[in-house]
């Protein structure tokens, strides 16, 4: 292929150089203008990658594409089931080219009979035929990727289950990550889940060949990011988010260049790939909850194949509340991270029905024994706000006869009316506040427990600038606290209709409503089981 501009500066002992070193090439953009760069990378990369002992290779490959196609031509044999639904796009691939693709898919399918759904499998193997010597170096390449065994790793999905927790994992990336590209998109798609599921098909084949792929999810937000920047002031112009989306990958040359892309991308402070396969876990373990592990073609979406209607989790018929619309509600529900967003609505607790008063203990019998909820305040003047909690009410107890913080990194506190804002735990705004210090060991939430641990943060532990910037939540007979430290996002006392909002450093919020303010309703809302 031609480069696709001047010859890159790459260094003549690259390939003996250490892994560190060759990230930081990555991050100048050393490989971005060098197809023949990348062609002496790739292969030396995925060598270096742990992989099951019994793994098919460069021999293996020419051995069973001997047998399979040594008297019948390619055409005769249909793909892998396993492919149903999926693109597979052959990136300027010449007409040998695409027949040997079609090859080493169907050997991969033969040889791999464990995959049962593996939509980026076609676009990575036509990328890596690019890149290798011949079909049986590039079927070697692909085949060490399946059968990795990394710790804490997985370069390529092969099950809708992990495909699917891949696309929530991006989703709650994207909602931490790009917040004002998450509300312009949650303000024009009916269902932001399904936006957020097409990620791969930005990337794949939405970018254009010379653009760098090699790290999805960075590359993914920078892209949501650029397409925020780039959006009209009062957002996409059609109903068809994902369309203008795609539209816009497609022609991202004409936004952003390589270099500026690898940029912004370098430039987002993921967490580390431990805390996203702990995430990618806990997605899983919920998706398992809800019954969702196979592909179910018949409640798909737009006839894609991708994501079940089931994400539509709050129904725009069936939903009710005195507190917010549908619309607010569905909202709010997008800036959950999603193993709850999986989940619809489920009303705890009103003070129009069940009382105003904290002393009878009626609000945290109501809501004892739900992990997270979520807490709604209409005011006497027309606005709302409340908190994303991520902890059970009854963790107050712990703390005998004070009142004392509990909850996670994973609580926020919003506005709905009259603007809508979220504003989560200091620490993910500004993370050069604290310095994180690893775990020595990361649990997955168990089926019986779901989200009681944060897969974000509570698994880590912080060298916090002070106790302040971890007050979550509080809970007495006397009132509940949201936030602390100079000040308390949300304050109601024991009557449940006087409250008070002010800046606090938990959460770094302005004043949530009007500072004193009197209720006029309050709800809370726990996550209805399948």
Avoid at 81 to 108: D, M, N, Q, R
Avoid at 258 to 278: H, M, N, P, Y
Avoid at 497 to 504: A, D, F, P, Q
């Amino acid at each position: 292929m031609p480069e696709p501009r001047g010859p890159a500066r790459i260094p003549r002992d690259v390939l003996g150089r250490p892994p560190k070193e060759l990230k930081r090439l990555a991050r100048e953009g050393c490989w971005a203008g060098s197809h023949a760069g990348r062609a002496r990378l790739y292969p030396r990369l995925i060598q270096r990658v742990s992989c099951r002992l019994v793994t098919p290779d460069a021999l293996v490959y020419r051995d069973v594409a001997g047998r399979l196609f040594g008297k019948r031509s390619v055409s005769s044999h249909p793909l892998p089931e396993f492919l149903e639904g999926c693109p597979v796009p052959t990136y300027c691939l010449s007409p040998h080219g695409v027949t040997a693709l079609k090859k080493i898919l169907i050997c991969v399918g033969a040889l791999f009979p464990d995959i049962t759904h593996s939509p980026l499998l076609p676009a990575l193997a036509a990328l890596l035929l690019h890149y290798s010597e011949d079909e049986a170096q590039c079927f070697e390449s692909l085949s060490r990727l399946i059968a990795s065994n990394a710790p804490h790793a997985a370069y390529i999905d092969q099950s809708f289950l992990a495909h699917q927790a891949s696309c929530m994992t991006f989703g709650d990336l994207a909602s931490k990550h790009c917040p004002a590209a998450h509300k312009l998109i949650a303000g024009a798609a009916a269902n932001v889940l399904e936006v957020y599921s097409e990620w791969l098909s930005w990337l794949f084949p939405g970018l254009p060949l010379a653009s760098p792929v090699k790290v999805l999810y960075r590359i993914a937000l920078a892209l949501l990011k650029q397409f925020r920047l780039s959006a009209a002031p009062a957002g996409p112009q059609g109903s068809d988010v994902k369309a203008e989306l795609q539209a816009f990958v497609s022609n991202i040359a004409q936004h952003v260049s390589v270099d500026k892309l690898l940029e912004r991308a370098f430039g987002i402070r993921l967490f580390s790939r431990k805390e996203i396969w702990l995430l990618h876990m806990a997605n899983r373990k919920a998706l398992v909850e809800r019954g969702i592990t196979v592909v179910q073609r018949s409640r798909t979406l737009s006839g894609t194949g991708s994501r079940p209607s089931f994400h539509l989790a709050v129904d725009m018929q069936k939903f009710s509340s005195s507190t917010v619309t549908a619309q607010e509600m569905r909202l709010v529900w997008s800036w959950l991270p999603e193993r709850f967003s999986l989940f619809p609505p489920l009303l705890l607790f009103s003070t129009s029905q069940d009382g105003c008063s904290l002393q009878r203990v009626k609000f945290y019998t109501c809501c004892e024994g739900y992990e997270p909820t979520v807490l709604l305040i209409k005011t006497t003047e027309g606005e709302v706000c409340g908190a994303f909690l991520s902890s059970d009410w009854a963790e107050r107890k712990k703390s005998g006869a004070t009142s004392g913080f509990f909850g996670t990194g994973e609580c926020f506190v919003f506005t709905v009316r009259p603007e809508a804002e979220r504003y989560e735990w200091v620490l993910i705004q500004k993370p050069e506040l604290a310095k994180a210090v690893p775990p020595k060991h990361l649990a997955v939430p168990s089926a019986q427990g779901r989200g009681r641990l944060s897969p974000f943060l509570a698994t880590r532990h912080f060298l916090l600038p002070s106790k302040t910037a971890s007050m979550f939540m509080s809970g007495s007979r006397d009132g509940i606290v949201i936030g602390g430290g100079g000040g308390q996002a949300l304050s109601l006392d024991a009557s449940l209709l006087r409250g008070h909002t002010e800046r606090c450093e938990t959460f770094d919020n302005p004043p949530l409503c009007q500072e004193n303010f009197q209720v006029q309703l309050l709800e809370v809302w726990g996550f209805q089981s399948a």
